[in-house]
């Protein structure tokens, strides 16, 4: 009976666990590795958390004389005379609009362009191409813009290319119907080359035993690229995109971009909201409370798509940011 009782009894657990380390002798024995991250830390907290003082001034009614935390509260009133803004409805879905074109027509490129340097049999030709590819990510757009400017503008090489075969002279610049689109493929022009560098790190990470295994058994190249290099890359595609979800009203609608391309004839199609806290900022003169909250809704805004991003892949079955 005893020996049955005892049968039936768990075993205890003899082993103890070890005292939990304070988090003070942590980081005495990770001391370099905290160094390591001391330069960034500081950096974050003096250009990203200090400044985070002044979003109270969404809040407020910016006075001159008492600085950002003398200047009298209005509670609410500069959201609400944010939604009955024209000009900001029209500055918002402008962003929308651009961003939303930039992530379907620029995003998809860096990965076909990524599989194509791959299939790359000759390496002197794929460092050539990339090479060409990614050199204009390293060129400002104030520099880009000249150049773009000079070609497209009214007495650019555009024009004097059409009038060359009878055509009239008309600027892309300052067409509200061609200005958008010369965003677009300028974008992909400049960043395709540089975002393709992660997804052919993805690639060279593949087994290329994977490759020849599926070529001995007879599978094409499209097959192959279908079966072995889209589920290689399609974690990295879903992070990427999460991110650039999360950054759409940002840098998706790439305020040095529009700011050194745009002009007064195609402000109804291309101020978004960046270009519009600027302009009225700095160049109308408008009201730095009202801007902080044109702000803060942009930045809400981005927070909930990042979120809705990452919830969508990990119903897809991916791991997501967290």
């Given at each position: 009976m005893a020996d049955s009782v005892t049968a039936r009894t768990p075993k205890r657990n003899l082993k103890t666990r070890a005292p939990k380390q304070s988090l003070g002798k942590t980081i005495l024995q990770y001391k370099y590795f905290y160094l390591m991250v001391l330069p960034v830390l500081i950096w974050y907290a003096l250009f990203s958390y200090a400044p985070m003082y002044g979003v109270t001034l969404a809040f407020k009614t910016f006075n001159y004389s008492e600085g950002i935390l003398g200047s009298p509260w209005v509670g609410l009133e500069n959201f609400q005379t944010l939604l009955t803004d024209p000009d900001f409805r029209?500055?918002?879905?402008?962003?929308?609009?651009?961003?939303?074109?930039?992530?379907?027509?620029?995003?998809?490129?860096?990965?076909?362009?990524?599989?194509?340097?791959?299939?790359?049999?000759?390496?002197?030709?794929?460092?050539?191409?990339?090479?060409?590819?990614?050199?204009?990510?390293?060129?400002?757009?104030?520099?880009?813009?000249?150049?773009?400017?000079?070609?497209?503008?009214?007495?650019?090489?555009y024009n004097q290319i059409i009038m060359l075969f009878g055509g009239d002279p008309n600027s892309p610049l300052v067409d509200e119907n061609a200005f958008r689109p010369v965003l677009y493929i300028t974008h992909v022009w400049r960043e395709i080359g540089w975002d393709s560098i992660i997804y052919l790190a993805a690639l060279a990470g593949i087994n290329p035993e994977l490759f020849e295994a599926a070529e001995v058994d007879g599978a094409n190249r499209f097959r192959r690229l279908l079966n072995i290099a889209w589920p290689g890359l399609k974690s990295t595609v879903a992070v990427l995109l999460i991110l650039q979800v999360g950054q759409?009203?940002?840098?998706?609608?790439?305020?040095?971009?529009?700011?050194?391309?745009?002009?007064?004839?195609?402000?109804?199609?291309?101020?978004?909201?960046?270009?519009?806290?600027?302009?009225?900022?700095?160049?109308?003169?408008?009201?730095?409370?009202?801007?902080?909250?044109?702000?803060?809704?942009?930045?809400?805004?981005?927070?909930?798509?990042?979120?809705?991003?990452?919830?969508?892949?990990?119903?897809?079955?991916?791991?997501?940011?967290y």
């Open positions: 029209k500055a918002f879905w402008n962003t929308v609009i651009i961003s939303l074109m930039k992530l379907v027509t620029h995003f998809p490129m860096p990965i076909i362009l990524a599989i194509v340097l791959y299939e790359f049999s000759r390496t002197k030709m794929k460092r050539f191409f990339q090479t060409i590819l990614t050199f204009p990510h390293f060129i400002s757009w104030v520099v880009l813009s000249g150049i773009i400017i000079n070609i497209l503008s009214k007495d650019g090489i759409l009203l940002t840098q998706g609608s790439s305020f040095e971009q529009i700011f050194n391309l745009y002009s007064s004839p195609v402000y109804s199609v291309a101020d978004t909201i960046d270009t519009y806290i600027y302009r009225t900022s700095f160049t109308i003169g408008g009201d730095f409370g009202y801007m902080t909250a044109v702000g803060v809704v942009k930045s809400i805004i981005s927070l909930i798509l990042l979120w809705a991003a990452n919830t969508f892949a990990k119903k897809m079955g991916e791991e997501g940011l």
